[in-house]
């Protein structure tokens, strides 16, 4: 089954033996809330993706009036964010390839 999870910005194809949320044994969901980076089930569309920037690019402007600790940890935060859209669209091949 898939799984829209709009506030992690992905797809999950739930597999409990691959997931990293930790669900109960015996479930056929995943844990919404508990959404891990590095999953095995998690998917992300190219939509997906340019939000994640957009949300990398929102937080760094938090981290610009933040205090100074609070701002490293949300730019370090942007940053991680922009790291996983790069490798996304590095990794992407284009819809001519598919056919």
Not at 18 to 40: F, K, S, T, V, W
Not at 52 to 66: F, K, N
């Amino acid at each position: 089954m898939l799984f829209d999870n709009p506030d992690a910005l992905l797809i999950c194809a739930f597999k409990r033996e691959h997931a990293l949320c930790d669900p109960d044994p015996g479930a056929n969901a995943p844990r919404q809330y508990e959404c891990r980076p590095g999953c095995g089930n998690a998917v992300r569309t190219d939509t997906h993706a340019r939000l994640l920037r957009e949300r990398a690019d929102e937080i760094y402007q938090l981290s610009v009036h933040a205090p100074k600790p609070v701002g490293k940890r949300l730019r370090a935060h942007a940053d991680r964010l922009r790291e996983t859209t790069e490798a996304h669209f590095a990794a992407a091949r284009p819809t001519e390839e598919w056919t």
